[in-house]
């Protein structure tokens, strides 16, 4: 089991350019969540997503965010027309079980550092 | 809304010493909650959680942490720190109903000192 893959590690975009982030997530596994982590605010939630479907994006910001998990394929991340303030690192997690003692215990990827120019 | 306080940036201790970070959190209904560890340039790694039984819930690397429900809080322990236990520390929270959105704290870097 591969764990959660996410790709690619390293971005560099200039200023008004659109950055793609993806996610595989672990086999079997049917929840993603996307965080985002600058060094003074910690991790913030952005999205999470099950198959087909964004059952939260309340942590996404309403321009240029978007995110899907289709049925097929990974997770993607994407942000239109990047700021220097996009500049961090973004983290997805997966998981399966939702409920009861294996409840939400997420497998995170190691990340893609996007930095803009 | 669910929220996680980690009040600490930073958490010195000398190697050998026993160490605590510090976690409160808030949410509507009963909690469950999570440790988690991310060293430098890696993604978070799980260390331990409670979700309901004992207060005091035993993790990976000897850690452990106790759920307090009347100070809503979940602080991390080690009896005996090491240097490699070195790294950013991160508890979260999660609603025990329905909703599934996890929420994390801000993080604590612990340093532990030879």
């Known amino acids: 089991n591969a764990g959660v893959m996410q790709n690619p590690r390293h971005l560099v975009r200039r200023r008004g350019q659109e950055a793609r982030l993806r996610c595989s997530p672990m086999?079997?596994?049917?929840?993603v969540y996307w965080y985002r982590q600058l060094p003074e605010e910690g991790l913030k939630f952005m999205v999470y997503?099950?198959?087909?479907?964004?059952?939260?994006e309340s942590g996404m910001p309403k321009e240029r965010f978007s995110a899907e998990f289709p049925k097929e394929g990974p997770s993607i991340l994407r942000i239109q027309q990047v700021v220097r303030g996009d500049s961090a690192a973004y983290f997805c997690?997966?998981?399966?079980?939702?409920?009861?003692?294996?409840?939400?215990?997420?497998?995170f990827g190691a990340g893609s550092r996007l930095t803009v120019l | 809304a669910q929220s996680v306080a980690q009040p600490e940036d930073q958490v010195n201790v000398a190697e050998g010493n026993p160490l605590t970070v510090k976690c409160t959190y808030s949410?509507?209904?009963?909690?469950?909650l999570f440790w988690y560890v991310q060293y430098p340039n890696r993604g978070l790694q799980f260390l331990l959680k409670?979700?309901?039984?004992?207060?005091l819930v035993k993790g990976s690397y000897g850690f452990e942490a106790e759920f307090n429900k009347s100070q809503t809080s979940f602080h991390l322990k080690k009896p005996s720190a090491l240097v490699s236990d070195s790294a950013l520390y991160f508890c979260?929270?999660?609603?025990?109903?329905?909703?599934?959105?996890?929420?994390f704290g801000i993080g604590t870097k612990l340093q532990v000192i030879p």
């Open positions: 997690a997966s998981s399966t079980l939702t409920t009861g003692d294996g409840a939400n215990v997420l497998t």
């Open positions: 086999k079997g596994h049917s929840h």
């Open positions: 997503l099950q198959k087909e479907n964004i059952i939260d």
């Open positions: 949410v509507s209904g009963n909690p469950y």
């Open positions: 409670y979700i309901t039984g004992d207060n």
């Open positions: 979260a929270v999660r609603d025990s109903g329905g909703y599934q959105k996890v929420t």
